[in-house]
């Protein structure tokens, strides 16, 4: 019985129709049309074979999955063969090999019930290998030199799409924080302003013998310690002098301390000792593997791909290695996103 639900006609001709919206626009028509007749006939080809096999016992949602992983990687091997620098005439046997490897590999692991991540995972190693031994041959047949070996080995249009659309979610992500970031200053001059204003205030106060401002400070530490536990507290002691350690341990013990001290003051000492908080860390790698771990010790492994199953392989490849201790190579900035990303999302 074929497969309810699966036009892999109509599949094959939409899948076509999106390629044509993505090849890049600085390639000539031919090389154009290559790419998308080459995807178009693989993936029609795909899909007719897992409609007519019932031995598969495959469902509609899996026959597309399959038959899409063909044309995903058909694309971009394409592009890659185009800009490889190999003559033409031998494109269509490498792009074979691959189609031919992306469907056994791909439908082996559907039917084994192999989980996503790892089923794309061993597809794109499959691929890079097949591509580079059909490079390797073409080199020892002395069809290509070494030069062109280098070039066509280097070539990943896969990994060039998810740069770009990273460096493109970036831009997008700095035009608000920019504009937040001048409304900060802004209130941050304001803020100062009206802090010179009250500290003249409560100078001129002092000088009545009024509570002094280090006085303040302490009180308003006192008043959180107050909410944090002794060992938080001990803690924060410990960087203090002894004198001011015994005026804070008496103003914590003070009934009445939140009646001694000025609402408006309490606040404008909390926002100062906000401001001499250390900054937010130095984006490093150590950092984001760092972050990373915590993700993974916090949540469980499907969580985490369930947050990631739409994203592109150059992602997966790092969130797959991070779990390993490994580092892929992901730019840094990128790489920050990305945890963060991943954090905000669980």
Not at 171 to 198: G, T, V
């Amino acid at each position: 019985m074929a497969i309810e639900g699966f036009d892999y006609k109509e599949f094959a001709t939409s899948m076509s129709e999106q390629a044509k919206q993505l090849v890049p626009q600085d390639m000539q028509q031919h090389e154009k049309d290559y790419i998308v007749n080459t995807l178009g006939n693989f993936t029609m080809l795909a899909g007719e074979a897992l409609y007519n096999d019932e031995s598969l016992n495959l469902t509609a949602e899996q026959a597309i999955f399959i038959t899409q992983i063909i044309a995903e990687w058909s694309f971009h091997k394409s592009i890659d063969l185009i800009k490889s620098g190999i003559a033409q005439m031998y494109w269509d046997s490498i792009m074979q090999k691959i189609a031919f490897t992306i469907f056994e590999v791909a439908k082996q692991a559907v039917i084994r019930n192999i989980p996503q991540e790892q089923l794309l995972q061993a597809v794109e190693h499959h691929v890079v290998k097949v591509y580079k031994k059909c490079i390797e041959e073409l080199e020892k047949k002395g069809v290509i030199d070494e030069e062109t070996k280098e070039q066509a080995e280097s070539q990943s249009n896969i990994d060039a799409m998810a740069k770009q659309a990273a460096e493109e979610q970036i831009k997008q992500q700095e035009a608000p924080m920019e504009e937040a970031d001048n409304k900060r200053k802004e209130a941050q001059k304001r803020r100062e302003a009206a802090r010179k204003q009250r500290k003249l205030e409560r100078e001129m106060e002092a000088t009545a013998g009024c509570i002094t401002e280090r006085q303040m400070k302490l009180m308003s530490l006192s008043m959180v310690l107050k909410i944090l536990s002794r060992d938080k507290v001990n803690t924060i002691l410990n960087k203090f002098e002894d004198n001011d350690v015994k005026l804070i341990s008496h103003y914590m013990n003070m009934v009445n301390l939140e009646s001694q001290i000025d609402g408006d003051l309490l606040i404008n000492c909390l926002k100062e000792m906000k401001d001499s908080l250390p900054v937010k860390r130095k984006l490093t790698q150590e950092n984001v593997m760092r972050d990373m771990l915590r993700l993974y010790k916090a949540n469980t492994r499907e969580n985490i791909e369930r947050v990631i199953k739409n994203e592109r392989p150059l992602v997966k490849r790092f969130i797959a290695q991070a779990y390993d201790g490994e580092y892929s190579g992901l730019p840094l900035k990128i790489a920050g996103i990305v945890a963060q990303y991943i954090q905000d999302s669980i």
